[in-house]
């Protein structure tokens, strides 16, 4: 049978404000460089006063990568919470905009939706502070059975596992893909996640509710707790069936239990801010999954949709991914 | 004695909702390539409806100059209104982010705050549909009389002439600065603009109540119905006392009656997005001339704020104008 989805994404629907700040504002909000960290309204509201003037663009990790795999031509849908505002109401469209699937009902009470703080250092680097809003009311209720089961992929951000109900909304999720044979992947979203929520994580890779997990180098130390790369790499091969482990100008490395691929990062230009880059590289990388691509083919997608995503502000694409990729010889 | 401010802007406040569309699109919905029209909120809901994901940042030909001015390091203030709404706060939050003084009042009733859906083509040609919104309610009670006193420029944008009042706090702004020695400038805006308004432009530069103007190439034909090019120069020559004529990739022209400069472009890796280059020539080009630079220096110094424009999108500046003006020895 054809799958009505190639990527169905479950994360958090959030609305980002960028803006360009240097280090010492970092140090003045107290703020940890290169880090998501959850703040609430009041000071949501601090953060946005002082901060420079404002990119605005729908964001979200997992609605990210949605939206890149879309751009290369995957059929993708997502399942996220926004509140019935005026941000909601841009999320919604620009992510219909895409050809993506998005149906959950806006919560019509509580907090509005979900807003990140995102501050670009001269380095390129994004800070994210995260208000997450609508997100919480994210629950079981907006897993969509029948829209999960006809997914090839389900694909689900680690950030869930910081709203409340969210995580019952995971696992629901990734027992539904299993039951109809579909794969499930996990991105571990970020180190202090990863700190987090540690053994949660790995009990997820263990027990193979996911089958497929993203990480950086950081997450890997973070979820291992080694600084040591190959120990980390060992383990990751032990306990995923497939894991991207992505490391920045260092390229990515695919491992399973019988091959890795290093793969070189794509030559980039200028690097602007590199907000969406784990998210662009899981977009080139399931979009290729999706179409049974060899895994280096993957890798090399994934390569070019972060390349071209940290090249601007912003975590959406600004370049038609797909004739990018046909330039580049990697057309699905 | 010292002014309050280097440069005082009266122009439209807007909010730009920024998105990637093709040639067909522009076709389909019967829009003018590289124009700017204006839109009912009927029509800017069909447009929004069907446009792709979007960027959103704050806009207006003469904000963004003034924003850009701000960045090269001059003291600037704005006149413009919003409605007292969510798209009025981000406006508001981030000209004054930039350090421009604003403090028109909003409009606490009518309709909301200006949108401009911006349509870029893969050639990075802007194509713009304005709702204007608030921008109606701007009157002469609007004009801070001693802020424009206390400046030492004053910039007009001939978009005003569309809101049925502004053109009234135009003539009061320029009654003033006159008055009190200071130069006022206009930009003639859009050649559609200029077909709209002729006569009364040419007025205002014939009886020398603005003393400055910037057109670009298409405008300067419009605004004086001739083909050849350098008619068009010769008869604004004669009407201006100094003016600026940007030709995009050919670079600008600067006239007086005495001199004549022809500046190169200034280079760029690649086009994304011209919207703002002619409202960030003017930044660069009124930074300079508020601080007595040569008008070589200061048409140098715009063409290198138009080519950081062009360069992402949107029309605010994402690069830190007074570093690049330093390295490129422009520093004012």
Redesign the interface.
């Known amino acids: 049978m054809t799958h009505r989805h190639d990527i169905l994404a479950i994360g958090n629907a959030i609305v980002d404000l960028i803006?360009?700040a240097d280090d010492d504002f970092l140090l003045r909000h107290k703020v940890h460089k290169g880090a998501m960290t959850l703040i609430d309204e009041a000071r949501a509201e601090k953060i946005?006063?002082a901060?420079?003037?404002?990119?605005?663009?729908?964001g979200g990790s997992a609605a990210n990568t949605v939206?890149g795999a879309a751009a290369l031509g995957a059929k993708t849908a997502f399942i996220g919470k926004v509140r019935d505002d005026?941000l909601g109401r841009?999320f919604t469209?620009?992510?219909r905009?895409?050809g993506a699937h998005f149906t959950t009902a806006p919560a019509v009470e509580g907090p509005g939706t979900a807003r990140c703080f995102v501050l670009v250092t001269?380095d390129g680097q994004r800070t994210m502070n995260t208000y997450l809003g609508a997100c919480q009311a994210l629950g079981v209720a907006d897993v969509d059975e029948s829209a999960v089961k006809g997914a090839s992929l389900v694909y689900l951000e680690g950030y869930l596992w910081d709203p409340p109900e969210a995580k019952k909304a995971f696992r629901k999720a990734a027992d539904i893909a299993h039951a109809a044979g579909r794969r499930v992947a996990l991105t571990l979203s970020d180190s202090f996640c990863v700190d987090r929520y540690r053994d949660e994580f790995l009990q997820l890779i263990r027990s193979k509710t996911v089958d497929i997990v993203f990480a950086n180098e950081s997450e890997l130390h973070a979820l291992y707790q080694t600084a040591d790369f190959e120990t980390a790499v060992n383990l990751m091969r032990e306990d995923a069936t497939l894991a991207a482990v992505t490391r920045s100008e260092k390229g990515v490395l695919i491992l399973t239990r019988e091959e890795s691929h290093a793969i070189p990062a794509f030559p980039v230009?200028r690097i602007?801010d590199t907000t969406g880059a784990g998210d662009l590289f899981a977009a080139g990388f399931l979009a290729g999954l999706a179409k049974d691509a060899p895994l280096a083919h993957c890798a090399r997608l994934g390569a070019m949709a972060a390349a071209e995503i940290i090249q601007?502000?912003?975590a959406?694409p600004?370049t038609?991914l797909a004739a990018m990729a046909a330039e580049n010889g990697l057309a699905l």
Chains 1, 2 share one sequence.
């Open positions: 803006a360009v946005y006063a901060m420079g003037p404002v990119t605005m663009a729908s939206v005026e841009g469209h620009d992510i905009a895409m001269p230009d602007v601007h502000i912003g959406r600004e038609n």
